[in-house]
């Protein structure tokens, strides 16, 4: 992981940013795995650890821990968000399997990038508007569920299973919305961040146009995530 780009390195502005969002999506993730309780997990690439806590509140893990070399020690291995962001996505679905026990859940989730699932859409669709390249991930076609189904079954993992895993974001109004996900961190942040003050007011511009805003200002609309889980053989 020591090649990913330091996108998230401000705990407190990714929780504004995304981690309302990832933590919605997360719990609905654990519901569709239906950890037993009691579980060992490696959560891989637990960044503020707000898919960490998450975990343990959903489903009462026995231990959580970020990394361990040693094979077959985990009933589990998750990986929540971050598989978009990984030099090398199929190796790190081998690591993952080759460190659960025979018969553990090796999972991961990632926005549907490709199918227009991210919280962060509107800003790319504004950002193409301005003819400015959008700031995707480098690994984001990963994300579309087929892909992340043939990345689970080429590791080796049986019973492969995917789900759609679909939500409403809401803001109080644009305000929330610009100053929630203008911060720089992550992918769009860092963008907006690099584009010069005209450039920035016209991107705000075209955001007013085009996001849905209730009669109180209230903007909401749909994001998804594409999920997936197998079993290490027995």
């Known amino acids: 992981m020591s090649d990913v780009p330091q996108l998230f390195s401000d705990g407190q502005a990714y929780e504004r940013l995304m981690g309302r969002w990832s933590r919605v999506a997360g719990a609905m993730f654990l519901d569709w795995l239906a950890l037993p309780k009691g579980s060992r997990c490696l959560d891989v ?10 975990l343990i509140a959903h489903s009462a893990p026995s231990a959580v821990t970020g990394i361990d070399p040693a094979e077959g020690q985990f009933d589990a291995a998750l990986m929540a968000l971050v598989i978009s962001f990984v030099p090398d996505p199929a190796k790190a679905a081998r690591e993952m399997a080759r460190v659960v026990k025979p018969g553990g859940i090796v ?4 926005w549907d990038i490709p199918g227009g699932g991210l919280p962060l859409e ?13 700031p995707n991930p480098p690994g984001y076609a990963v994300s579309r569920e087929d892909s992340m189904r043939t990345l689970w079954q080429q590791a080796g993992l049986q019973g492969v299973e995917t789900r759609i ?21 992550g992918p769009a942040g860092q963008a907006i961040h690099r584009l010069p003050p005209e450039r920035q007011a016209q991107l705000k511009a075209e955001l007013r146009k085009q996001l849905p805003e209730g009669p109180s200002g209230r903007i909401t609309y749909e994001a998804c995530a594409n999920a997936v889980k197998g079993t290490v053989p027995r």
């Open 122 to 134: 509107p800003i790319h669709v504004a950002m193409r508007h301005m003819g400015v390249d959008t």
């Open 107 to 110: 999972a991961t989730y990632m």
């Open 45 to 54: 690439g637990c960044g503020n650890g707000a898919f960490t806590e998450v």
């Open 165 to 185: 895993i679909r939500f409403e974001v809401a803001y109080s109004g644009f305000d929330d919305f610009w100053d929630s996900n203008s911060v720089p961190i």
